[in-house]
């Protein structure tokens, strides 16, 4: 069985730092695109980045040269930089990966949720 596990969250002051990492494990054949999502109380879960195997990256207007998103293939790792940190950054940030478990069948794959509190 596939398993994101995310971790890196925590509370950080208005232009603070943090870095989160998501780390997939388990039967995979090959991992093609990799993302950060992130839900608000009450609220949708909207894109924050994504990064494909090539490295092509794709940001929310809201965190452009803010976030920055990298992979690292070999441990089949996705990371969020996160600096200048705003309170409306605060949410529950998921990870996302399109994974093909067979060379027929691929599947969608969120981590379980990391806490981000950006607070004074």
């Known amino acids: 069985q596939v398993q994101l596990v995310e971790s890196g969250g925590g509370l950080v002051q208005p232009g603070g730092s943090l870095r989160l990492s998501c780390a997939a494990s388990g039967s995979i054949f090959s991992i093609n695109a990799m993302g950060w999502y992130r839900q608000a109380p009450g609220k949708q879960r909207d894109l924050v980045a994504t990064i494909t195997r090539g490295g092509s990256t794709n940001y929310a207007d809201s965190v452009k040269g803010r976030f920055t998103i990298s992979r690292d293939n070999a441990k089949n790792t996705v990371f969020l930089q996160m600096n200048s940190l705003k309170p409306e950054d605060t949410a529950v940030y998921y990870c996302?990966?399109?994974?093909?478990?067979?060379?027929?069948?691929?599947?969608?794959?969120w981590g379980q949720g990391t806490q981000v509190t950006v607070s004074s």
């Open positions: 996302n990966a399109d994974i093909r478990i067979t060379t027929w069948y691929r599947q969608d794959y």
